[in-house]
T-cell receptor, first 117, second 111 residues
Framework: GAGVSQSPSNKVTEKGKDVELRCDPI?????LYWYRQSLGQGLEFLIY????????KSGLPSDRFSAERTGGSVSTLTIQRTQQEDSAVYLC???????????????FGEGSWLTVV | QQQVKQSPQSLIVQKGGISIINCAYE??????FPWYQQFPGKGPALLIA?????SEKKEGRFTISFNKSAKQFSLHIMDSQPGDSATYFC??????????FGQGTELSVKP
């Protein structure tokens, strides 16, 4: 597709279950970001992958959160033992080379809406 | 030092008026300042961006004003239209790193 694709678009899960959220970045984009947006809140940085460099995991809120990026393309964000406070929209974004550098635009997907009940 | 503070939280403007949203930052290493527009149920989309070597950038009805010494930048929407009603986020980054976002401004343009 032409844009950043995320799946599932909506997920309802029970407290304590694990969830996986998937992101397909724009083809050729080497930088990939995950953000979290709680209802009516700003965008909270979670993790950033850039090429073969070690990812910037500084935004992950706890060790229940992890992410990987396979083959420099698709990324999966995993939340283990989900809690109600994990309910939010999880947004993935990608850019050609580091976003902002040389004016590269960071493009966002439409997000995965996670509800923990 | 990594924070970006945005105001106001919400804004109501009459059609044809000027919408102004302000942001302030602390980290002087930031070198890229974009504004994103987000409609309900959609992901944010880049609206306009500026680098600290210029004081103003204009694209159509949208203008960024940048004050490096005050560490502030603002978005001006001229001739605001109901279709501009959305949430606007300012952001900043350093050397192509992660974007740090402001808390967002919910803009409502009344017909």
């Amino acid at each position: 597709g032409a844009g950043v694709s995320q799946s599932p678009s909506n997920k309802v899960t029970e407290k304590g279950k694990d969830v996986e959220l998937r992101c397909d970045p724009i083809s050729g984009h080497t930088a990939l970001y995950w953000y979290r947006q709680s209802l009516g809140q700003g965008l909270e940085f979670l993790i950033y992958f850039q090429g073969n460099s070690a990812p910037d995991k500084s935004g992950l809120p706890s060790d229940r959160f992890s992410a990987e990026r396979t083959g420099g393309s698709v990324s999966t964000l995993t939340i283990q033992r989900t809690q109600q406070e994990d309910s939010a929209v999880y947004l993935c974004a990608s850019s050609l080379e580091p976003g902002g550098l040389y004016g590269n635009t960071i493009y966002f997907g439409e997000g995965s809406w996670l509800t923990v009940v | 030092q990594q924070q970006v503070k945005q105001s106001p939280q919400s804004l109501i403007v009459q059609k044809g008026g000027i919408s102004i949203i302000n942001c302030a930052y602390e980290n002087t290493a930031f070198d890229y300042f974009p504004w994103y527009q987000q409609f309900p149920g959609k992901g944010p989309a880049l609206l306009i961006a500026i680098r600290p070597d210029v004081s103003e950038k204009k694209e159509g009805r949208f203008t960024i004003s940048f004050n490096k010494s005050a560490k502030q930048f603002s978005l001006h929407i001229m001739d605001s239209q109901p279709g501009d009603s959305a949430t606007y986020f300012c952001a900043a980054s350093n050397q192509g790193g992660k974007l740090i976002f402001g808390q967002g401004t919910e803009l409502s343009v009344k017909p």
